[in-house]
């Protein structure tokens, strides 16, 4: 008889080790370990920052300015291949913004208790992403002074901006989709801004107290908070398979060779959750291993479902691409043959076969053990040779594809020059705003948790102990 009774606390401490929602702390200390990661900057942060600063002054805004002077000219950009590494980016950027909707909005609507302690820290890589992307838009257009074309305003003339234009499309797609989503992403930060500004004190507590919005927690506030949030989870997901489709459609639109596909829509919507996924889980690696209490937080279990999730959309990404290549491959098309068979073996053929290995291979040799996706650093680095293998998939539909068409007298080989500066100067950016935010808002949306836990309950049913959830309202 003691034996078992021992056995059985044994289990319920393994379970309450192994899952967040079972490990409640005092609401004051969970609070003060939130609000502690935020304080805690160490020498090691401000080096790694004024790096990236550095990085992004240098390979942003120096390289864009030196663009602007010169002309598109500096730029590898040239007949066949108008289209470069800025519009690679543009849809490799939108594309990691599509974890944080997913993630927060998708999981939410399906009441995914996991995805309570990292949904932040997703919907900040959404909003971020959007503004590299809307950088990359802005360095193709080379003359940026002019943006102002894009926009769909009657003017002086009657002249209306050109609505043919794919960028036109991408303007109205990110515009949509980021001021969604930055709505999405302060609607549950205010009690977390509230909860900050009752432990602040100086200019911090002026901001928190401003972005709060007089937010004290009443039954009535929180009704109209929840009810908000379940209206733009509704919403914002249309929004983010919409935007992901109108990218697509800047390519299938055309009648390129290796373009004309009609399941473009979701092979895009898919490669973006794929990347997304993959940049979610390296951010919570990344937090986890350098911010103070985030271990609490974060936990084995959440690589391991996030894992899950990686896994069953490698898996779809690689039937939707061997969907497309079969399809192009048999069409009959003798140019978009000729294309298929330069990615191969072309020049850049090592990127096709990459590509494969980092977005299906890999993946699948790693994330069907439940040890290994529980291991963050490995199931980590499994979500950065994603990201590898997905900008590879667009730097292959993108210039390589363009080299080949029905005029061959004109085919070249894309050479970046300028590109690349400026494509690490937003990856520098976008992590500069990450380190920002870390330590200006709370990265772990506390009341989420503390809900979550609330709601999660320890029952003996026998010999048996179950986890039950209950509704809260």
Request: charged share 15%; net charge positive; hydrophobic share 50%.
């Amino acid at each position: 008889m003691t034996d078992h009774k021992n056995h059985a606390e044994h289990a319920e401490a393994h379970l309450r080790e192994k899952h967040l929602m079972l490990d409640p702390l005092p609401r004051g200390r969970m609070n003060e370990m939130v609000m502690e990661s935020m304080r805690h900057i160490t020498w090691k942060f401000w080096v790694v920052f004024g790096i990236l600063a550095a990085i992004s002054a240098y390979g942003l805004f120096y390289s864009w300015g030196v663009m602007i002077a010169e002309g598109l000219g500096v730029a590898g950009v040239n007949r066949p291949v108008y289209w470069g590494i800025f519009l690679v980016n543009t849809v490799f950027w939108i594309g990691i913004s599509h974890a944080g909707t997913f993630i927060s909005a998708i999981l939410r609507v399906f009441k995914a208790e996991f995805r309570r302690p990292f949904t932040r820290a997703a919907e900040l890589m959404t909003t971020f992403g959007l503004v590299q992307a809307g950088f990359s838009i802005f360095m193709h257009m080379g003359r940026v002074w002019l943006s102002y074309w894009l926009m769909p305003y009657p003017n002086q003339r009657l002249l209306w901006p050109n609505l043919h234009s794919p960028l036109s499309w991408d303007l109205l797609a990110i515009t949509t989709y980021i001021l969604g989503s930055t709505m999405y992403l302060f609607l549950p930060l205010i009690p977390d801004m509230a909860m900050a500004r009752d432990r602040s004190t100086g200019w911090r507590k002026t901001l928190y107290k401003i972005l709060a919005l007089g937010f004290r927690g009443t039954e009535g506030e929180w009704t109209h908070l929840r009810n908000a949030m379940n209206i733009f989870a509704f919403a914002i997901i249309p929004v983010m398979f919409s935007v992901h489709t109108i990218v697509s459609w800047d390519f299938a639109a055309a009648t390129r060779p290796g373009w004309s596909s009609t399941i473009f829509g979701p092979y895009f919507v898919i490669g973006a959750l794929h990347s997304g996924m993959g940049a979610v889980i390296t951010v919570l690696a990344i937090i986890r291993g350098t911010m103070k209490h985030m271990k609490y937080f974060i936990r084995p279990e959440h690589f391991d479902a996030i894992g899950k999730l990686m896994l069953i959309i490698s898996m779809t990404w690689a039937y939707f691409f061997f969907n497309d290549y079969m399809v192009q491959w048999y069409g009959g098309d003798k140019w978009t043959k000729q294309l298929l068979h330069f990615h191969e073996a072309g020049p850049m053929g090592w990127m096709w076969f990459a590509m494969l290995v980092c977005n299906v291979v890999i993946p699948w040799a790693i994330l069907w053990n439940p040890k290994w996706r529980s291991t963050p650093w490995l199931v980590s680095t499994v979500g950065i040779i994603i990201n590898v293998g997905m900008w590879f998939e667009r730097y292959i539909i993108v210039p390589i594809s363009l080299t080949i068409n029905r005029m061959p007298f004109t085919w070249r080989m894309y050479q970046p020059g300028i590109e690349i500066p400026l494509g690490i100067g937003t990856l520098a950016f976008f992590a500069l705003l990450y380190m920002a935010a870390s330590k200006l808002i709370p990265l772990i949306p506390v009341w989420e948790v503390q809900e979550g836990q609330m709601a999660h309950e320890l029952k003996k049913f026998g010999r048996e102990t179950v986890v039950t959830v209950s509704e809260l309202e």
